[in-house]
């Protein structure tokens, strides 16, 4: 599987925008990033993910370049709520012989001030 | 209301009695899967399922047995828990077409 690398840590201001990024340069054609988050100790929270196009829910934007090495999950305007570790995970695609395992790293623990 | 049911929530137990965390879903999802989360270490997989009948390997499955007998129901087994397992634990389960995993509430074990 390839590996992710993420910042171990980053503030945000409550309102404004969250940028998390995380470098996947060993990203195979047939992979897709993934995004979770883990409030305290609760079970990890599905937030978002792609293959190579930008792509937005209610939750968040996910913005991965071209070249498919890097990602950036957008929080638009963080609440203190968004406060968490978040992962980003590379996963093989649907169909895939090893598409149900899934390699979390160390993630970005996000702190939102007031 | 959609969701991944973990039981029991808190268990501790001694070592070398063994028990069993049952795990449930009701989104009629193909996979399924169990971690365990430990300080410094992160979040790691146990087991995973592809559907009935189908199981593999993750990257800490030593110590653990699981079956999946039905769709809904995943259950983790501990033969002989030894106080090494001593761990937070989290099911979790999502369609094999795309999507990501809904996890559980977790079960925080300890093995004494």
């Known amino acids: 599987d390839a590996k992710t690398t993420q910042p171990p840590s980053m503030d945000c201001a409550e309102g404004r925008a969250a940028n998390l990024p995380c470098n996947h340069s060993?990203?195979?054609?047939?992979?897709?990033v993934y995004w979770y988050r883990q409030i305290h100790s609760q079970g990890p929270q599905y937030i978002i993910h792609?293959?190579?196009n930008n792509e937005t829910n209610e939750m968040a934007s996910l913005i991965i370049t071209e070249d498919r090495k890097s990602s950036t999950l957008i929080l638009p305007h963080a609440t203190l709520r968004d406060t968490a570790v978040y992962y980003c995970?590379?996963?093989?695609?649907?169909?895939?012989?090893?598409?149900?395992?899934?390699?979390f790293g160390q993630g970005t623990i996000l702190t939102v001030h007031p | 209301e959609a969701q991944v049911t973990q039981n029991p929530r808190y268990l501790i137990t001694v070592t070398g009695k063994k028990l069993t965390v049952t795990c449930s879903q009701n989104?009629?999802?193909?996979?399924m899967s169990w971690y365990r989360q430990d300080p410094g270490l992160g979040l790691r997989q146990i087991y995973y399922?592809?559907?009935?009948?189908?199981?593999d390997k993750g990257d800490v499955p030593e110590g653990y047995k699981v079956s999946r007998k039905e769709k809904r129901n995943f259950p983790l087994i501990l033969e002989s828990p030894s106080p090494n397992q001593t761990s937070l634990y989290f099911c979790?389960?999502?369609f094999g077409q795309g999507g990501g995993y809904t996890f559980g509430s977790g079960t925080r074990l300890t093995v004494v």
């Open positions: 995970i590379v996963r093989v695609a649907p169909g895939g012989t090893s598409y149900g395992k899934l390699t």
């Open positions: 979790a389960s999502s």
């Open positions: 060993t990203i195979s054609g047939n992979e897709y």
């Open positions: 792609g293959l190579k």
């Open positions: 399922s592809m559907n009935v009948e189908v199981t």
């Open positions: 989104m009629n999802h193909e996979y």
